[in-house]
């Protein structure tokens, strides 16, 4: 009984680790990155890996807005990124497709290449 006691606090400890670091994400997003959310209903989305200017499991869109800056294609290319999903251009953890149609992405990816 004792090991199995064991394993519901282990489990119920994760459950409350990880809706804390959403609890967290979403604190930290109204906090610094409300002009995003403006931006499209479906910026949400992306809250759960990247937020404007830290590092959060991606890379912060300042950081992409500078990797991609005066590149003629980077609208078009990051757009096809969000829906559809990548790995390597930033390590190894991979961006999981995203539910928005193309036009959406761009809308998201266009406010992202214009930040400074």
């Known amino acids: 009984m004792h090991n199995h006691f064991k ?14 670091g ?4 979403a604190s930290a997003f ?3 990155d409300e002009d995003f959310k403006k931006v499209s209903p479906k910026a949400q989305i992306c809250i759960a890996c990247h937020k404007v200017d ?3 499991i991606g890379p912060s869109y300042k950081e992409v807005a500078a990797k991609y800056a005066g590149q003629k294609d980077a609208a ?5 990124k969000v829906v559809k ?3 390597g251009v930033w390590g190894q953890v991979p961006m999981t497709p995203n539910a928005v149609t193309p036009e959406e992405a761009k809308t998201l990816v ?3 290449l214009a930040l400074k």
């Not at 606090?9 to 809706?19: F, G, N, P, T």
């Not at 959403?22 to 994400?25: I, N, W």
């Open 110 to 112: 266009t406010w992202i």
């Open 54 to 56: 830290a590092k959060l």
């Open 85 to 87: 999903g990548g790995v």
């Open 76 to 80: 078009a290319t990051l757009s096809e």
């Open 22 to 25: 959403f609890l967290f994400s």
């Open 7 to 20: 394993g519901i606090m282990m489990k119920a400890s994760l459950a409350i680790a990880v809706a804390a």
């Open 30 to 32: 109204a906090a610094g």
